[in-house]
């Protein structure tokens, strides 16, 4: 069987998810590890939104607050089951990227930049101010998943960190199976022609405005359910979740990593997460080093850190 | 085979535009039937691209109209006029630079290989063989314009050559009714301008409509059935090879320009 770039990808991740948790030095790091998991699945929605499609979204934690709060929320007042929640928060996310999505991107440019901006915080404001429904800037409980019990009931009996670790990961290689899925299909191949040239697109008889409003839906479910998972195991959600600061956070990850790469973006969703963890003064300078990181990548590897290592390395190999 | 015999494809009725109050094209009008070359030539600034951009749908004409098999499509947005069987290449390339050149290939075959992205994003049975179907059209249409052993290479390592035979590849696969080819053989040495001569020829001898803007004069005379001669945005010559080289305006516009060229001795 012939090892494609897609197979290779999911083969890494499956191993990393699978070998890494025998180096852990204490349980901390399982959390540590579903951290960086449910970055790489907000950050590969941003690869295919702007590695794939070559648009760029500065409000994507808007996304990511309406997936954590739906979580809390809708339990509660709709009576939904938490996993149920999920699926409703990525439906909201998805409508609204929709209708923000659809009038932005008929126009050419950046304009899809600026109206996500406003998206994010205005996301961010609701949240913070609907302290009726939100519970404000503290932050609301969210109720518990209920998987880890039924695993246990099954057999398995994992502890709560091991149990979202492994639930995290097992959702990201999922994500990332589907973002390769589309890179190589006739509709991902279309939105890396549009990123290549509009007016050649637009030729070949690709509907360029439906296309990209596609990929921001997409990615914008990415964003949610990333939300989603972080408010389920953390079972506490606050509006920081929506902040601009965490919209700033996917992009500098995705664009460090390699944001026309799957594999390359959630390496740079790994290193900006496990940063701050292991040096803790980095907490202080978080947004300092986020604009360092992003100045530095844009001067010397323009296409990332994993794309460029690559590089390099089968340049070395002829 | 007179010109009359056929069903008129494309006809471009009383086409204008003006930037600012300049009239970059004025009142041209023209007919492109199946199986036929029609060439628009005239000197640099005469607006045959802008012409071009017009009836493609990349601007909008002030006045007139395009028909196309008879339907109004002035003004449609390209992507619409593609759906209706029409393609175009470009004077200054319009390459995916940085996907490979089969990919290049087979973006040209979206229009019969897009289908519901959920199909897509779970990589369906459906998906594959859409996807598949495409890729063996793309390295046919690879090997007939000879570029296929360059197929895994990334597009914009090409020669310009062959870019511009790899933008024709791409034209071509939307299996079109009318394609019109903005300055295909520019850049290109005598070798690749005689490829490009045959492989223009072959493909309006399967019936497809062509619309030509070239300046290699000898190729224009050869393979062209109908000429146009544009000179600042107006017409000013139209008719067989033979009858517009003899044309006293045509050799005026020329002159001093490219007044050898214009005779048909190639």
Known sequence: MRITPKLATLLV???????????FPSGYYYRVGALIFVNGIAVTGIVILTGYAGQISLGHAGFAGIGGYACALAPVHLGLHPALAVVLGAAVSA???YLVGRPILRLKGYYLGVATLGFGILVSMVLNNERDLTRGPDGIDVPELGLRALLKDQGLNLTNGEFWYFFCGICLILGAWIALNLHDSPAGRALRALHGSEVAARTVGIDVARMKLSAFVISAVYASVSGSLLALQNKFITPDVAGFMHSIEMVTMAVLGGVGSVLGAILGAGILTLLPQVLTVFAEYEQMVLGLVMVLVMIFLREGLLPSI???LRGRGE | MTRTDKETLLAVEGLGIAFGGLKAVNDVSFEVKPGEVVSIIGPNGAGKTTLFNMISGVYRPGSGRVRLGGEDVTGMAPHLLARRGMSRTFQNLQIFQSITVLENAVTGYHLSERGPILADLLSLPSSRRRARAAETGARDLLARVGLER??????GNLSYGSLKRLEIARALALDPKVLLLDEPAAGCNAVETEEIDHLIAEVAASGVAILLVEHDMKMVMRISNHIVVLDHGERIAEGDPAMVSRDPAVIAAYL?????GIHADG
């Open chain 1, 310 to 312: 690559l590089r390099r």
């Open chain 1, 95 to 97: 409508l609204l990227a």
């Open chain 2, 150 to 155: 360059a197929a895994e290479r990334e597009a």
């Open chain 1, 13 to 23: 991740l499956a191993a990393l998810v699978a070998i890494t948790p025998f180096f």
């Open chain 2, 256 to 260: 001093g320009a490219d007044a050898e």
